[in-house]
């Protein structure tokens, strides 16, 4: 089984803080994602990657930043952590290509901004 | 107009009885849907996956697709209260981006 593995399950931070949370695959597939889930919002994209070193903006980018140095490993980095950054966080990856593009989720870090 | 849309719900069924969970997106372009089921403090799941215009059957899941009306839509058939979750609709973009809607509840009554 595919496994994708988030560093912490809950984190606390403090506002202005520099927040890294890493994402970690054991099947070698080709794309990663964070997500951030907020009630009556849903999944909302934030970066994905579909290549090593590769990156594309999701659709709320900002304030976030992401880093793919090794295939297995996708971090993403809150730069000055704000409270309306206070979510759950997932991190997903796919195999890729056509009929592989099911996604396989982390267990989800909460982070709280305070 | 949002990517994806769907119901919030909740959207209430007795046991035994046919669940139907429905979702419409924008982009016309679109060639993949996504079906997740994800329960209350769990990370989503893939359920069914569907390409083409027609219903896709797997045990008592059934997406249906039409591409021309821009609608999938998930029939859950002989709920079970282990059917209670929410279901989150997804499309495929570019670069493989993966595009979810909000979710809709379901809540299967015993």
């Known amino acids: 089984d595919v496994k994708v593995t988030q560093s912490s399950r809950y984190l606390v931070k403090r506002t202005g803080e520099k927040v890294f949370l890493e994402c970690v695959q054991d099947m070698d597939h080709e794309n990663m994602f964070w997500y951030r889930q907020d009630p009556g919002l849903g999944l909302r994209l934030i970066y994905f990657?579909?290549?090593?070193?590769?990156?594309e903006k999701g659709d709320i980018p900002e304030g976030y930043s992401v880093s793919r140095e090794k295939k297995e490993r996708f971090s993403l980095i809150l730069e000055s952590a704000s409270t309306n950054q206070t979510s759950m966080y997932l991190c997903?990856?796919?195999?890729?290509?056509?009929?592989?593009?099911?996604?396989?989720f982390g267990s989800g870090t909460q982070l709280s901004v305070l | 107009q949002k990517e994806v849309e769907q119901n919030s719900g909740p959207l209430s069924v007795p046991e035994g009885a046919i669940a139907s969970l429905n979702c419409t997106y924008s982009?016309?372009?679109?060639?993949?849907f996504f079906w997740y089921r994800q329960y209350s403090g769990k990370s989503p799941e893939l359920i069914m996956s569907?390409?083409?215009?027609g219903d896709k059957e797997d045990g008592r899941f059934t997406a249906q697709l039409n591409k021309a009306s821009q609608y999938v839509s998930l029939l859950i058939r002989d709920s079970q209260p282990s059917d209670s979750a929410t279901y989150l609709c997804?499309?495929?973009?570019?670069?493989?981006?993966?595009?979810f809607g909000t979710g809709t509840k379901l809540q299967v009554i015993p």
């Open positions: 569907i390409y083409s215009n």
């Open positions: 982009d016309r372009g679109s060639q993949s």
């Open positions: 997903a990856s796919s195999l890729g290509g056509a009929g592989n593009e099911k996604l396989f």
């Open positions: 997804a499309l495929l973009g570019g670069y493989q981006k993966v595009t």
């Open positions: 990657s579909y290549d090593v070193k590769m990156k």
